[in-house]
């Protein structure tokens, strides 16, 4: 009974999940996919090599303190980066001085402890990146309606983090011939910026790295647009993953002592099972 | 309930005698994992997932009980209390990492473990209870699962929990009162996370309880083996102490291997990077996906995209939940007296050129975004995942002639060359 | 017990001889050591992340304006998330403080080791009883200061002289003087 009772059931779904295949086949042949722009024209991130990167791998200090200075010299002035203390600094190899010198470089919310009123303050090591807006809809309306994301987990928040970052700086051109031969409709809207690292093709940012020398590197480094990009996606990389090479570096000794143990307990198994294992001639 | 020859606990010193008449705890693990509990001897690795998934569930419990030190349910705060111990709590990355990939190897071996049942009937008489309660414990699994998720508060986190807690707007007349009250507020928000919380606490203890039911229950019949034979005699079983305790250590071993290279290597690998992002009620991910272990199940509620009689999405929703609600039927679905799929061709062919490939294909498309192809495949493979456990089974159970099976455990594993003619998968698979 | 059965039991392993036994044994040990050894190495992280995170401990100084007490006045500010009093003693109280025998108190301290150089009326100390913890009274304006003119805890009824030493009561030591420095002539840094 249950066997003609399931039977029935399963054929009742069988007809209903075929009928929904028979109306999309259907409307497979009958209508034609438009093939859109974004589609056909967004690239994936390019490959850039970063010394963070692979199992091994460990920070360019170097490179993320330059891409630190990009990111407060360039970025900083629509971006926020709220989860990123000044303190935080220390594990990039600045000094307790430099420290408390960087934070004391940005005005941080604070009370008069006299009357009580909203001030401004010199901030310290244990504030976290102060906004560039008092609100979202202060961010919003200075951005035509976008509102610039954190970049604190930037890196980790988009597949290819770091790749992503270095491309849409460097992805900035006019609309390639082959697209508006294909699609002589899209635009890119004023007040939008055509990118094809972007995934709809057209980013309300205006390109934020536009002409070498825009920041001027304390260490000599020569800032081309591609290198302050490069710079500034390792330092994303960093805010959004501090521990990033620390996991790494404890992960070898979690594996080759697991490695070792498995080692032991195949070889103890084998022992076990040494008495009862059948004999092949008999 | 157990064999006669298992062997009976004998307490030695003072303390354990004391022990054992007053709380006879360490006579319960003996005859439970110790040497006193007979289990046939021709377990495969196949057999070591059970312990596994046991493994990972106290893996769960203990990183999450860690987390929930430092986490806060509050929609203001969720996401900075998380991203709070990625960075600054002692070791708190390492917890979050290996909390929110415990989950999907907790799903990894579950799914194993539910596999092997399946492809040897480990469903069927006297075993029906043991499987009933392992049904229970994966459908716990899956709600434990999807709360978790929500509490980063992250953009999957809030999407998932709109979208789910939707499915159940689909149900006539009552459906969305019933999602109003689920989510305490017209959409996910303060009221929603705090009660997520609070059952992602709780049911972890509750699926601990099913599985100290779903172990005992085991020990009535004792375990199932790959020739699907019964334990005939004494040369067909070992104690589980130090056989398989040694066997389930090294299987143990390698499991973690692959388990600490995701956590230190990939951690972000089976996640999606959305997540990253908080919360934001204004704007909806391009692709809501959910995690990997519920793509099959996805993939059969998005196959159902036209009306008939009942809206597509009723549909979608009843063959989601009864895709799962079918196990519970299988012990009474599949009448064949054997057991093992060794021994069955046609079972054998159906499931790996049918349910299994099946499986993928839903796999695939619940993780692919919802357009052609994806669609029509998963469309073919739902239809052929009903008629597999609705149709096929029990008509081939029907149908089937079984290859001769051996006449005993011990048979299978050493030869014979006395006893009835033996097929050729009589190998052992040790 | 021949093998050849396959009815081998743990004990049939005894006839491979003294070398087996030997070999397997060293092997399960050091496997079961090995499994130890891990679950042991796990406990580190299990309870070190109990320990304060680095938020925590970043916010471990904090610096306080003394420039606005007046003398026989106290403020109270919050470090570490505990009371700091900071009290501008009065010159009847410091020579108060200095009439004691040092050596005939509980805690032998004189308030020339408990102040710095040249701000000599310028008391800092924990807000916390070293009885059990409780907040003292004697720092606001209009609390009880006890019957030696300093602080007063209300809990269990510990006394404290206007050195913060204490003098009556159950609590076993002076109100605890952090660590400070005075960064400027009206400024102190706790921590």
Known sequence: MIRILGALIGLGFTVVVLWAFGNGAYSAMTEDVAATAEHEFYLSPKDVDFQHEGAFGTWDLAQVQRGYQVYKEVCAVCHSMKFVAFRDFAEIDYTEEEVKALAAEVQVPGIDPNTGEATMRAGVPTDYFPSPYPNKVAAAAANNNAIPPDLSLMTKARGHGTEYVYSLLTGYGPIPEELSEEFPEFTTPTGLYFNQYFPNLNLAMAPPLTSAGQVTYADGTEATVDQMAKDVSAFLTWTAEPTLVKRKQTGWPVLGFLLFATILAFMSKKYVWSSVKPKTED | MSYPWAREYEPKTGLTKFLDEKLPLPRLVYNAVGAGYPVPRNLSYMWNFGVLAGFFLVVQIVTGIVLAMHYAANAEVAFATT??????????????????????????????????????????????????????????????????????????????????????????????????????????????????????????????????????????????????????????????????????????????????????????????????????????????????????????????TADFILSAKLWGVIAMFASILVWFFLPWLDKSPVRSGHYRPMFRKFFWFGLIPAMIVLFICGGAPAEEPYVMASQIATAYYFLHFLVILPLISSLEKPEPLPYSITEAVLGSDKKAVLGENTTPAV | MADTTGTATPEAAVEHGEDGVRRRDFINIAAIGAAGVGGASVLLPLISQMAPSEDVLAESSTEVDISAIEPGQAIKAIFRKQPLFVRRLTEKEIAEAGAVNAGSLRDPQTLEERTKEGHRDILVTMGVCTHLGCVPLGAAEGEVKGEFGGYFCPCHGSHYDTAGRIRKGPAPTNLEVPEYVFTSDTVIQAG
Request: hydrophobic letters at 55%.
């Open chain 2, 83 to 304: 991203e709070h111990i990625m960075r600054d709590v002692n070791w708190g990355w390492l917890m979050r990492y290996a909390h929110a990939n415990g989950a999907s190897f907790f799903f990894i071996v579950v799914y194993i473990h539910i596999f092997r049942g399946l492809f040897y009937s480990s469903y069927k008489a006297p075993r029906e209870m043991i499987w009933l309660l392992g049904v229970v414990i994966f459908l716990l699994m899956m709600a434990t699962a999807f709360m978790g998720y929500v509490l980063p508060w992250g953009q999957m986190s809030f999407w998932g929990a709109k979208v789910i807690t939707g499915l159940f707007g689909a149900i006539p007349l009552v459906g969305e009162p019933l999602q109003v009250w689920l989510l305490g507020g017209f959409a996910p928000d303060n009221a929603a996370l705090n009660r997520f919380f609070s059952l992602h606490f709780l049911l972890p203890f509750v699926i601990a309880g099913v599985v100290i039911l779903h172990i005992w229950a085991l020990h009535i019949p004792g375990s199932s083996n790959p020739t699907g034979v019964e334990v005939k005699s004494e040369s067909d079983t070992l104690p589980f102490h130090p056989y398989y305790t040694a066997k389930d250590g090294f299987g143990l071993g390698v499991v973690l291997l692959f388990f600490m290279a995701m956590v230190f290597f990939l951690p972000n690998a089976l996640g999606h990077p959305d997540n990253y992002i908080e919360a934001n009620p204004l704007a909806t991910p391009a692709h809501i996906v959910p995690e990997w272990y519920f793509w099959p199940f996805y993939a059969i509620l998005r196959a159902f």
